[in-house]
């Protein structure tokens, strides 16, 4: 699509609500607002037409010394697109303002698309709108919309999942890679990732790329010498990992290795080089058109028999119908991200 054959303009709210998440509210604000100054760059007019809205008009408390001004849900323009931000108490929040739970019951049919930001899910959970949807969260709240919500497949692992006009995504900044999907859906992959390329956004992930990472999860080990050997490890997937090999750099023998970095980590040396190939298959899969056989071999799977292996027994999907679905957010209607 060009940018001066941009279509009519959409109206995208922001639900707000007393302690809702600023970063989340903010984070997706910008992306729409680059969008639209990208647009005006180009000699278009602006696409997105950006309402702050809440339940009544006026300063909203975030989680954070941050206010914003918002209109009243009530007498704005119907939209085309809401998002309903999480908060940090989304319990508390969900059961103080039943009438947002209405509003997204009310709306859902009628909208081009709903979306549940972060813990913002809950709010959509409770209306019945995920009832018999795939549908992500938060990490840290994965398990609890799933106990309260038993109706809803909850996927603690992807970034944001789309069913035909619902969306959800994960926690705090997945935000901006919600946002970003959405507006490659409307406006193109090559606006997105300017966008994304201008907020210095290190990967404008896919949805289906993991909530986890082996990076962070490396950063947070305590024994400074398994997290300088995890490192290692995520700097050396293509070659040869076996425990000897470990024992040898972090100069330990093969045994107290294996103890040591399972009480550390909670996992063995061999789990978490398996994750953490499969974390970089899942990128360069999303990333480019690179061969199969070069991306098993980067990564250190050996065979790309090997790779299809792990990929099935970890997310039950070949890499070819991964890179398929999870390669580009510009899909057809009702893609289950």
């Not at 809702?20 to 509210?25: L, M, P, R, T, Y």
């Not at 607002?33 to 809440?54: E, I, R, S």
């Not at 619902?166 to 409307?186: H, K, N, P, Y």
Request: aromatic letters at 6%.
């Amino acid at each position: 699509m060009r940018l001066t054959d941009v279509p009519t303009p959409h109206t995208v709210h922001i639900v707000i609500y007393p302690g809702f998440k600023s970063f989340e509210a903010i984070g997706a604000l910008t992306v729409f607002d680059y969008a639209n100054a990208h647009l005006k760059a180009n000699g278009a007019l602006p696409y997105y037409q950006l309402h702050l809205v809440a339940l009544e008009a006026g300063p909203v408390c975030s989680d954070t010394l941050i206010k914003l001004d918002a209109e009243a849900m009530s007498s704005a323009q119907k939209p085309h697109t809401a998002l309903i931000v999480g908060a940090r108490d989304i319990r508390t929040a969900v059961d103080e303002h039943g009438e947002i739970v209405e509003w997204c019951r009310r709306s859902a049919k009628n909208l081009e698309r709903l979306v549940g930001v972060c813990s913002g899910a809950f709010f959509l959970a409770q209306a019945g709108i995920l009832d018999g949807l795939r549908a992500t969260t938060h990490w840290s709240l994965a398990k609890r919309l799933a106990s309260d919500y038993p109706g809803i497949e909850v996927d603690a692992d992807a970034i944001f999942i789309r069913n035909d006009h619902i969306w959800t995504c994960a926690g705090v900044s997945a935000a901006l890679d919600l946002s970003l999907a959405l507006v490659e859906q409307d406006l193109g992959h090559d606006l997105a990732l300017t966008i994304a390329r201008e907020l210095v956004v290190f990967l404008k992930r896919p949805g289906g790329q993991s909530q986890f990472s082996q990076h962070l999860d490396s950063q947070m080990t305590a024994h400074s010498g398994i997290r300088a050997l995890q490192e290692w490890i995520l700097q050396n997937l293509n070659q040869n990992l076996c425990l000897d090999v470990l024992a040898t750099q972090i100069n330990m023998s093969a045994r107290n290795l294996r103890r040591v970095f399972q009480r550390q980590t909670d996992s063995s040396p061999s789990q978490f080089i398996e994750r953490a190939r499969l974390e970089s298959a899942r990128r360069m899969l999303c990333d480019g058109e690179t061969p199969m056989k070069r991306i098993a071999g980067a990564c250190g799977f050996g065979s790309e028999d090997h790779m299809r292996k792990v990929f099935q027994r970890h997310l039950g999907i070949t890499p070819k119908a991964y890179r398929t679905q999870f390669k580009s957010t510009q899909n057809t209607k009702g893609n289950n991200t």
